[in-house]
């Protein structure tokens, strides 16, 4: 079974700075889905970025993109220039390409604070 | 906004009682997937139905059944509740040739007392 895991329970970060929120995972199949989701304080969750394991090419949206390295079974993703609006709980998580597996296995989250 | 809709925000229920949450999908998705998200267990999958059909099941309880509908909504009835069951249902759907993406509802609040 596949597992995600996020390292850091906490990170903090001053506005406009940037600061990177860890993912690594565990799985023996070759083509899978990576997704940052995100989770503030209204309890909703937004997807922020995903990437695809086929692709070498890091994904980015706006101020946030992801260092995928698939040897390593690492995925973080960085978050520049950050704002206040950033604060929230991050998810990483983990999607099988092989039908009838769709479902998201996430890890247990990163509470991100950002001071002004 | 995802354009997945649940009702209602909130439950507060006791136990041993019954009770059915609601999900919309956004339009032109098929697939309606439900997660608990609780405190001591996290987010975790329970249960996925695309276009009325049962696709996948998860750590879903024996207590717990879902079903989606012709009009593609889908209800997911929890029974015989506990205290244990208090936490944060979420229903996300996918639509045919993008089912890697998941968008997520706003989420069903229950607390059962």
């Known amino acids: 079974a596949q597992t995600v895991t996020q390292s850091q329970p906490e990170m903090s970060v001053q506005e406009a700075e940037t600061v990177t929120l860890s993912c690594t995972y565990d799985?023996?199949?070759?083509?899978?889905?990576l997704f940052w989701y995100k989770q503030p304080p209204s309890r909703q969750m937004i997807l922020v970025i995903r990437q695809e394991a086929y692709k070498q090419q890091n994904a980015t949206e706006n101020r946030f993109s992801v260092n995928f390295q698939k040897a390593a079974k690492s995925f973080s993703l960085k978050i520049s220039d950050s704002q206040l609006g950033d604060a929230a709980m991050y998810f990483c998580?983990?999607?099988?390409?092989?039908?009838?597996?769709?479902?998201?296995?996430f890890g247990k989250g990163t509470k991100l604070t950002v001071n002004p | 906004d995802s354009g997945v809709t649940q009702t209602p925000k909130h439950l507060i229920t006791a136990t041993g009682q019954r009770v059915t949450l609601r999900c919309s999908p956004r339009s032109g998705d098929l697939s309606v997937y439900w997660y608990q998200q609780s405190l001591d267990q996290g987010l975790q999958f329970l249960i996925h139905?695309?276009?009325?059909?049962?696709?996948a099941k998860g750590n879903i309880l024996e207590r717990f059944s879902a079903q989606q509908f012709p009009d593609l909504h889908s209800e997911l009835n929890l029974s015989s509740l506990e205290l244990g069951d208090s936490a944060l249902y979420f229903c996300?759907?996918?639509?045919?040739?993008?089912?890697?993406?998941?968008?997520f509802g706003p989420g069903t609040r229950l607390t059962v007392l």
């Open positions: 799985t023996s199949e070759s083509d899978y889905y």
């Open positions: 996300a759907s996918s639509r045919p040739g993008y089912t890697d993406t998941q968008y």
């Open positions: 998580a983990y999607r099988s390409a092989q039908g009838g597996s769709e479902k998201l296995v």
């Open positions: 139905y695309y276009n009325g059909e049962e696709r």
